[in-house]
């Protein structure tokens, strides 16, 4: 959480900061108070696994909490889920498969578990019963019509993908993740104005209250305007942009053609994550516009 009080320190008004800093705290106290009241509560430590994860960027110690919690609870569904994803956000693809099953096996109700962890177990292309699978199980699931409509994408099916993100922007309130992958889409069909317009109503948004800077960097992506790109996720890193935790797993789809840059590469190296071509093989990589939406669904 030190780096929202720099944020601040930068930029006193930084309202993404304060608000980052003020669920962190809530959180980390909430969690904090649940382990000095039983140390031994497994779902405690997968609660602060999370908040390392996704706040911290500290991924040995997010590692470490959902082992510990695993060696608490072994049954734990949530434990399996959380350290498969922090394999996944460091690029440990293989390893990520085995708790992920183990987490859907132990509850195959879960629409979450049902999408990602299905969606990784099968592979990104793989035909979608995954995802049909959680959406039956919830239909008001906007991360699984988000996902589908990647999968419908990369098969040819781009009315198909629309109509889903349709339904996900509805669904989400317009959060900033589907209206990302929209945006994303109108500019791959060549739909330049509609991107632009979808980019114009985000930029609106920040300028009158907190909107992820990531976002609004993945459309400039999408229209080929790096620079900007690359300013914009400067700035989602300094206001400790939730998103920036996906930045490996988003890498191959969202920050395509941002690879080399050294710009890019140091943000990276900020997170501890491998540069592109410096990776070991491991197998598979998620694609960015599939994976799930941070922790407050933007």
Do not use: K
């Not at 979608?128 to 919830?138: G, K, N, Q, V, Y």
């Amino acid at each position: 959480m030190a780096e929202f009080q720099q944020a601040l320190e930068r930029d006193p008004d930084c309202a993404g900061a304060y608000a980052g800093l003020a669920y962190a705290y809530r959180a980390l106290a909430a969690v904090d108070r649940a382990l000095a009241l039983d140390p031994d509560l497994a779902e405690a430590h997968v609660a602060r696994g999370w908040i390392q994860l996704w706040y911290d960027w500290d991924w040995d110690a997010a590692e470490a909490s959902f082992r510990r919690a695993l060696e608490l609870d072994p049954g734990l569904a949530e434990a399996h889920f959380g350290l498969g994803n922090l394999y996944m956000h460091t690029g440990r693809m293989d390893q990520a498969r085995a708790p992920l099953r183990q987490a859907l096996a132990l509850d195959p109700l879960s629409p979450l578990f049902n999408a990602i962890g299905g969606w990784v177990i099968a592979g990104p292309d793989q035909p979608s019963h995954h995802l049909d699978r959680a959406l039956e199980l919830d239909p008001d699931y906007f991360l699984g019509w988000v996902m589908r409509a990647g999968v419908r994408q990369r098969a040819g099916d781009a009315a198909g993908a629309l109509a889903d993100l349709e339904q996900a922007r509805r669904l989400c309130g317009d959060c900033s993740h589907a209206l990302t992958i929209l945006g994303r889409l109108h500019a791959a069909q060549g739909r330049t104005e509609d991107a632009r317009a979808l980019l114009a109503r985000m930029q609106a948004r920040r300028q009158a209250g907190y909107w992820p800077a990531s976002s609004l960097a993945a459309l400039h992506v999408a229209l080929d305007e790096r620079d900007a790109a690359l300013d914009l996720l400067e700035q989602a890193w300094a206001e400790r942009d939730t998103r920036m935790a996906f930045l490996l797993l988003d890498r191959p789809v969202r920050w395509a053609g941002l690879e080399q840059a050294p710009r890019f590469q140091a943000l990276q190296a900020r997170l501890r994550l491998p540069v592109a071509g410096t990776e070991p093989a491991t197998g598979r990589t998620a694609s960015a516009d599939t994976s799930a939406p941070d922790r407050d669904g933007r």
